[in-house]
Nanobody, 125 residues
């Protein structure tokens, strides 16, 4: 069973940067996709980025050019580097691991695959 723990969230001013980490433990699928998802209370979940076991990445339009997903396989950590942060990036950020390939535009529902507990990102103007 895969367990995920996010970290790295915090409060920054607009234009600042944060690097989120998603640390995996337990059994990881050989073929997997890690989704970064964010949610604001009262709004729908939004997929931000994804990265698969081969390192292929996808990004939502709002993240392109500002966010970068990467992974350190030796440490079983997936990162989301977020630069040029905007107030509208404020949300709880989750990582989710799915067995299989990434599907662009797909946002896994809670409980499907393995999810972390989330890390809060707050961007002030």
């Amino acid at each position: 069973q895969v367990r995920l723990v996010e970290s790295g969230g915090g409060s920054v001013q607009a234009g600042g940067s944060l690097r989120l980490s998603c640390t995996a433990s337990g059994y990881m699928f050989r073929t997997y996709c890690i989704y970064w998802i964010r949610q604001v209370p009262g709004k729908e979940r939004e997929g931000v980025a994804s990265i698969d076991n081969s390192g292929r990445t996808t990004y939502t339009d709002s993240a392109k050019g500002r966010f970068t997903a990467s992974q350190d396989n030796s440490k079983s950590i997936v990162y989301l580097q977020m630069n040029s942060l905007k107030p509208e990036d404020t949300a709880m950020y989750y990582c989710a691991a799915i067995h299989g390939t990434c599907a662009e535009g797909y946002v896994p529902p809670p409980g499907f695959g393995a999810w972390g507990q989330g890390t809060q990102v707050t961007v002030s103007s």
